[in-house]
Antibody
């Protein structure tokens, strides 16, 4: 069974930085692509970023481009989301998710989410 | 990156069917057969229910079905059960620069 465990969320001031981690177990990590999706309180889902198995394709949503960077360490079965220049509108639960290969970026396994609060 | 348009709410009695629409453009829903649907219960992570317009992951009941016509996709839940009460989000591949677009979400209530 695939398991995903996010960590790294918390309270940060506007302009600050955080690094989220997502550790996977139960699969051959480097065979798969992954993504981050966020959900602001009481709002809908919002795609943030994605990464291919090799780590050389990392598209990001326009709303975070230039501020957030997704990466992976295949030796540690772990994804990362480096978030710099945080804004109040980045406040959300951040989910990491596994891509279903060949499905056009459908995510078939999700973590429990980690809450990021950007506030002064 | 405009969100796909869904009705805010839908409802039905147990045993009935409910259909949720998801309206996009030729750059997302209409341009690719990569529409997916997610179910989300309060306080829980989303769950994939449909991918590639009409395919169901293992373990998803066949009461859930998907379709697409032009720029609009639909999710139908037949034989409604109380556990189907949740928020539902559509999503589509939107091309290499707009990889994944989500819908606005629909709250399904089982009366």
């Amino acid at each position: 069974e695939v398991q995903l465990l996010e960590s790294g969320g918390g309270l940060v001031q506007p302009g600050g930085s955080l690094r989220l981690s997502c550790k996977f177990s139960g699969l051959t990590f480097d065979n798969f692509a992954f993504g981050w999706v966020r959900q602001a309180p009481g709002k809908g889902l919002d795609w943030v970023s994605a990464i291919n198995p090799g780590g050389d394709f990392t598209p990001h949503a326009d709303s975070v481009k230039g501020r957030f960077t997704m990466s992976r360490d295949n030796s540690k079965n772990t994804l990362y989301l480096q978030m710099d220049g945080l804004r109040t509108e980045d406040t959300a639960i951040y989910y990491c998710a596994k891509d279903l290969p060949g499905s056009g970026w459908s995510f078939d396994s999700w973590g429990q989410g980690t809450l990021v609060t950007v506030s002064s | 990156q405009s969100a796909l348009t869904q009705p805010p709410s839908a409802s039905g009695s147990p045993g009935q069917s409910v259909t949720i629409s998801c309206s996009g453009t030729s750059s997302d829903v209409g341009g690719y057969n990569f529409v997916s649907w997610y179910q989300q219960h309060p306080g829980k992570a989303p769950k994939l229910m449909i991918y590639e317009v009409n395919k169901r992951p293992s373990g998803v009941p066949d009461r859930f079905s998907g379709s697409k016509s032009g720029n609009t996709a639909s999710l139908t839940v037949s034989g409604l059960q109380t556990e189907d009460e949740a928020d539902y989000y559509c999503s589509s591949y939107g091309g290499i620069n707009n990889l994944k677009v989500f819908g606005t979400g629909t709250k399904v209530t089982v009366l």
